[in-house]
């Protein structure tokens, strides 16, 4: 018997959800939002996706995930920051370890998302010796962002989950 496969996210601009929407078409999933998870079967495996917030899922995911007992779980996400970065790969270490051990983790994809406008005139305002100050070295990155999630990164989040679910 084939396993049966959700696709659950939390998005907060639409970036996560537009990966969510691509991945669960691709494999034949139901798709719904972190609101309605309960509604997930207690069988499926789970692709849950997130956006990154302060270097792990935001609070509606990690409240999810914390939650879950023994399923099979596929993450994937959208952030910022390059998804080859060290920063991504720590946002992945994070994200696994919320999960309770009875959980099978069978792997992780982070892929670029334009960054809310919001927060980079927050960023704007914060002192220049801040990490996240506003420069013209992270406006260039947050200009290459807007164009995220694109065709690529779908493909990319496709592959990474066809690969782990099989």
């Known amino acids: 018997m084939k396993n049966e496969i959700e696709v659950i996210y939390s998005s907060r601009t639409g970036n996560t959800k537009r990966v969510a929407e691509h991945l669960a078409e691709a494999l034949g999933a139901a798709c719904r939002s ?6 997930a079967s207690e069988q499926a495996t789970l692709c849950i996706g997130t956006w990154i917030d302060r270097g792990t899922a935001d609070a509606a995911a990690r409240k999810y ?3 879950l007992r023994g399923r099979r779980i596929f993450f994937f996400g959208t952030l910022g920051a390059e998804p080859d970065s060290e920063h991504a790969a720590k946002c992945i270490a994070n994200i696994r370890a919320l999960c309770d051990a009875s959980n099978e983790i069978l792997g992780a994809i ?3 998302g334009a960054i809310d406008p919001m927060l980079i005139e927050m960023f704007k305002s914060m002192p220049k010796d801040n990490v996240h100050a506003f420069t013209e070295e992270s406006a260039a990155r947050y200009a290459a962002a807007a164009h995220h999630p694109d ?3 779908f493909a990319r989040v496709i592959a990474a989950a066809r690969e782990a679910l099989t």
């Open 65 to 67: 995930i914390e939650g």
């Open 110 to 112: 982070l892929v670029q």
């Open 151 to 153: 065709a690529a990164d």
């Open 34 to 39: 972190i609101v309605d998870a309960s509604a």
